[in-house]
């Protein structure tokens, strides 16, 4: 049932980008992300497609479960679309009351959709090739610096690394307390609004009870063992750059560069 | 009429690299009236396999009839099968929400759409059977309770349904001793007063083995032993190789019988033990 959900789950593999640094894929995905907003012409979005593709046959998980993780999204597309495609001016092709649908709207909805799309794909495939421990380390990592500015990083990523961790926990407990009370005769599908949002209260409030126990629980146990975040703790496993990270970035930059040229019609030879 | 479970499997996340059988070929019957163990040792498969009994969980493969209606059916008939079976989950605590402990007991048969008095009544049957007072306990908030109370009155939720099977999940899980004797003998006086039918997921085999009257042990996601206790704990060999204990008194006698000595080794009970070992020394003519 809800266990079920895939968007920003792990997918265990040995592939050239699980094995990167975990910096290396957080930039990566920013810099590529930048990339889509520069992209305009066909050619830019054929090879964002191209890059994407590639990244996905790279990373050896299957094209289905990508896929899949769009799904959750799929409205917010659609609700995109529909903006630009009514909301364009030019060319009407066709009326609905003072609503007008537009050729070159229909072209900018489809851009737009295309973009989400690469967005969406690209930082599930960050998250399917890294694990959210890893990931939270990069992220500490890529922090750092910025703690002179007073940014607590070490802070930050713990309490990431928390909330990543029992986000599966959280899902089993609503798993097993939903069907808990699907044999008492709940339902959690069927009336209007009102009475679907009330029929939630069985559900919810022995979840907030249990996440509070829990979250008491843990921080009584960090207590104990005198945890007292980032001052002088060493690493059990350090971040390293290798050459292929190296290699990962050129590749991105790459992209960068030649979108940046088709935007500003630098001539590429 | 009964539960029956035909070559069900189940498989946990398809199609991922965490995909995994939790049940394999599973045919199960659960008569009416029966009080069946199930034992076996962690993972399984034995709570994936009684969510499959009312309808939690939808086989991958096979089908689950409850009193001849097939579960996985849509429609006011399976949907009336599913509620024939109660299902008390492990720490059955956790799914309280309600102000009072009379108001989570009712939410089960409120919810079957009985009125007022019928709904008093059934609160007052199941908290009565849980051995909890209704004039000192329904007023009360249930978060405001010890832990073995909280879990009667999850328990009493369940048992206001009036299910015609019961499945207890581990329902002694994280109980003092006391506790669990007391879950355990309100269990067997729901079940010889009411004739429902239990099914008990136990780590406890003394317990178990005294209680139920079949025993049915599971081992890798199936079925590897199912009979009278007396008959499942003399499988030493599979019991072992299932990772279950036989009970520590069955298992001295055990030890007794491999020493030479003529005993009955099938003896559930420390009264029961001592008993045959008192048969079987008098026999040698020791004393």
Redesign the interface.
């Known amino acids: 049932m809800l ?2 959900i895939t968007l920003g789950q792990y ?3 040995s592939s050239f980008l699980h094995r990167l640094d975990p910096r290396t894929k957080l930039l990566g995905t920013i810099i590529f992300v930048a990339g889509i907003f520069l992209a305009e012409s066909p050619a830019a979005y054929g090879l964002l497609a191209a890059f994407a593709a590639f990244g996905i046959v790279l990373s050896g998980v ?1 094209v ?2 990508v896929l899949r993780s769009l799904r959750p999204l799929w409205f917010i597309i659609l609700i995109t679309v529909l903006i630009h495609v009514f909301s364009t001016p030019g060319t009407v092709i066709y009326a609905l009351g003072p609503l007008t649908a537009t050729m070159e709207g229909v072209r900018q909805g489809a851009l737009m959709a295309a973009r989400l799309v690469f967005l969406i794909a690209m930082s599930s495939l960050l998250t399917f090739t890294t694990s959210p421990i890893v990931l939270t380390d990069g992220i500490e990592r890529l922090l750092n610096p910025f703690r002179r500015l007073g940014l607590p990083a070490h802070e930050l990523a713990m309490m990431m690394t928390i909330a990543l961790r029992f986000i599966p926990t959280l899902l089993e ?1 609503t798993d ?2 939903m ?9 959690f599908t069927s009336g209007n609004i009102v009475k679907r949002a009330r029929n939630m ?2 559900l919810l ?2 979840l907030f ?2 996440a509070f126990r829990r979250a008491d629980e843990l921080a009584v146990a960090m207590e104990a063992r005198c945890y007292r975040g980032g001052e002088n703790r060493t690493r059990m496993k350090e971040l390293r750059f290798a050459v292929r990270d190296g290699v990962a970035f050129a590749a991105v930059l790459a992209l960068l560069a030649i979108l940046g040229a088709l935007k500003w019609n630098v001539p590429l030879s | 009429m009964s539960i029956v479970l035909k070559d069900v499997s189940y498989v946990y ?1 398809p ?3 965490y995909e995994r059988a939790a049940v394999r070929d599973v045919s199960l019957t659960v008569a009416p009236g029966e009080f069946v163990g199930i034992i076996g040792h962690t993972g399984s498969g034995k709570s994936t396999l009684v ?1 499959h009994m ?1 309808g ?1 969980l939808r086989p991958t493969k096979g089908v689950v009839e409850v009193d001849g209606v097939n579960l996985a059916a849509k429609g006011e008939a399976a949907r009336l099968a599913r ?1 024939k ?3 008390v ?1 492990q720490y ?1 605590e ?4 309600e102000e009072t402990v009379f108001d989570d007991v009712a ?2 048969p409120r ?2 759409g009985l009125d007022g008095d019928a709904v008093e009544e059934r609160v007052r049957m199941a908290l009565d059977f849980v051995g909890l007072d209704f004039a000192a306990f329904a007023k009360r908030s249930p ?1 405001r309770l010890s832990g073995g109370q909280m879990r009667r009155v999850a328990i009493a ?2 048992v206001a ?1 009036r299910p015609a099977y019961l499945i207890l999940d581990e329902p002694s899980a994280g109980l003092d001793p006391r506790g669990r004797d007391e879950i355990f003998a309100e269990v067997s006086r729901l079940h010889a007063a009411t004739g429902t039918a239990v099914v008990l997921i136990s780590h406890n085999m003394e317990e178990v083995a005294r209680l139920v009257g079949r025993l049915v042990v599971m081992h890798d996601g199936a079925v590897s032993l199912d009979g009278p206790p007396r008959e499942v704990f003399r499988r030493r060999e599979a019991l072992q190789a299932a990772g279950v204990d036989v009970p520590g008194v069955t298992a001295l006698l055990g030890r007794l019988a491999a020493r030479g000595l003529d005993v009955d080794d099938t003896a559930l009970t420390v009264a029961e033990a001592a008993t045959a070992i008192a048969a079987a020394v008098r026999r040698r003519g020791v004393c």
């Not at chain 1, 069907?179 to 339902?187: F, L, P, S, T, V």
Request: positive net charge; without cysteine.
């Open positions: 266990t079920d997918f265990p593999g299957p289905r479960l407990e097993r307390i069907k808990a009370q699907m044999a008492r005769g709940a339902d209260v069985p409030v022995p009870i249990s | 996340m199609g991922t690299p969510q009312n939690l509620r079976v109660g299902m989950f059955p956790h799914q309280l929400f939410f089960g919810n079957l978060f939720g369940v349904l």
